[in-house]
């Protein structure tokens, strides 16, 4: 209520003086004192009407952005607690709390608004059951803040009496299905008191581990080996070894193993913002072919009334790039479900189809 006070007080000095000058009752030129007087009288409506903008906006306050947990052993969860506060003039509108390590981060919930002065909590677990040493995940809060994404960091130390080379097996990609390799982990005890591991196991048929002593107590080293066939795209499995350590029940380290598939969309689907499209979109999709036998790409359609799609590029046995547009006014179904479909040659992959979905960009949401 000062500042709308300050304003008007401000203004009306301010429209005097130029009555004044206008009328001829003040002298066209100032004086030094007069032009400082002026001067600064600008000076406190600008920062005035500045002010009143400020206050009339909701404000996401954290008073800590950071939250360390200190250091924990491996496996144990940790639970997360930030408080947030809105300092502004408007409800705050919590749309969105975007974790940087899906796998690791569990348990998420904030609240959806809060009034003028409201505080409230935003919690999470973080599953430590994958993760060894130095830890640095963020949380991204998005909002009808003025900043739209604030982004908060989960700091700490996961300690191990076993030291993981590496601490996971990642497969370098694959080019069959039939492929049948191996990825070694090496398992050291940095511990005075003996250490023994049990048989490992795996959730995904795909991987058999198999663990070997090397030195009981001390040291061991697991093979993983895909089994044949594997699927194209992402093949993933936790393995879970037991140990007699106190306080760690066991070990889990993440397979991962990717079959390129002999056809391929890059993206893997098209979003589009819901609503009216302000402007014309193009969206370019690469279809790459990953295959030494050849591929013809026989047709391709597009189910979209009112959009577009056209090859713009064209290596044959590599890959084909379409152009998909949509133009100014196109209007997006939140609930749009359409798709690029190609036929080819390929017994397999005879039809591809990529997605085009609709989504609620929540940066865009509008404020209340």
Not at 104 to 118: I, Q, V, Y
Not at 163 to 182: G, M, Q, R, V
Not at 250 to 272: D, G, H, M, Q, Y
Request: hydrophobic share 40%; with cysteine.
């Amino acid at each position: 209520m000062r500042v709308f006070r300050m304003i008007r007080f401000s203004f009306r000095i301010a429209f005097g003086v130029h009555k004044l000058h206008f009328t001829g009752i003040m002298p066209n030129k100032l004086n030094v004192n007069q032009r400082r007087f002026s001067s600064a009288l600008l000076l406190v409506i600008s920062y005035a009407t500045i002010l009143a903008e400020t206050n009339d906006v909701p404000v996401l306050f954290v008073e800590k952005e950071t939250f360390n947990f200190g250091k924990v052993i491996t496996g144990k969860d940790v639970e997360i607690r930030f408080e947030i506060q809105n300092k502004g003039k408007r409800d705050l509108l919590v749309y969105d709390v975007s974790p940087s390590c899906a796998i690791c981060t569990d348990g998420l919930s904030w609240p959806d608004k809060l009034a003028p002065n409201e505080k409230g909590l935003i919690g999470a677990r973080l599953q430590t059951g994958e993760l060894q040493g130095s830890v640095d995940r963020t949380l991204s809060i998005y909002s009808n803040h003025k900043e739209k994404r604030i982004i908060l960091h989960i700091t700490g130390q996961v300690w191990s009496p076993l030291e993981l080379k590496p601490s996971y097996a990642y497969f370098p990609t694959l080019k069959s299905i039939d492929s049948n390799t191996d990825l070694r982990v090496g398992i050291l005890n940095k511990v005075p008191e003996e250490v023994i591991l049990s048989r490992p196991r795996c959730d995904n048929p795909k991987f058999q581990p198999k663990l070997i002593t090397e030195k009981k107590g001390r040291k061991y080293t697991l093979i993983v080996l895909t089994v044949p066939p594997m699927e194209f795209g992402i093949n993933s499995g936790l393995i879970k070894i037991d140990t007699s350590y106190p306080g760690l029940p066991n070990i889990l380290i993440r397979a991962t193993a990717k079959v390129s598939p002999p056809l391929e969309f890059s993206p893997s689907r098209v979003f589009l913002k819901t609503g009216d499209l302000k402007n014309p979109i193009r969206k370019i999709v690469r279809l790459s072919v990953n295959s030494t036998e050849p591929i013809e790409i026989l047709e391709h359609t597009l189910n979209l009334e009112g959009s577009m799609v056209e090859v713009i590029e064209r290596q044959p046995g590599k890959y084909i790039r379409f152009a998909i547009s949509f133009p100014k006014g196109f209007h997006v179904e939140p609930n749009l479900v359409a798709s690029l479909s190609v036929r080819t040659s390929h017994k397999q992959f005879s039809q591809l189809n990529l997605p085009i979905q609709a989504y609620a960009n929540v940066i865009q949401r509008k404020k209340d």
